[in-house]
């Protein structure tokens, strides 16, 4: 193991982590290190473990993963669930004023700057 590169080892942690076929999936960054190509591998294994009824929970700061790969989103700030939705939805409440490289960056930094509360509305 000590040979493995970083995306070698993440790879053999998720592995290890889906070989008993959970009900629940627990991953914390998962994709960091891995190449573009495995980065498009994790998100098709996500989407067909959702498919077969495991529940897959990512703590990810990559919002491309949670676009490309999740029917829900929780974004927690100091402890706290600060908004919950789809990923659609958290994307309409990009400001066009906030900072990001794409709507579902800028509705996660509008979410973390206060300007909307859990329920999408106005505060």
Known sequence: MKSMSGGMLRRAGIAAAIVGSPDLLLLDEPTVGLDPAQHLDFRELIRSLARTGTAVV?????????????????VLSDGQVRHSSTPRQLAELAALTTPGDNPLERGYMTVLGGQWSNEGDAS
């Open 58 to 74: 990512l703590s990810t700061h990559l919002v491309e993963d949670v676009g490309a790969a999740c029917d829900t989103v929780l």
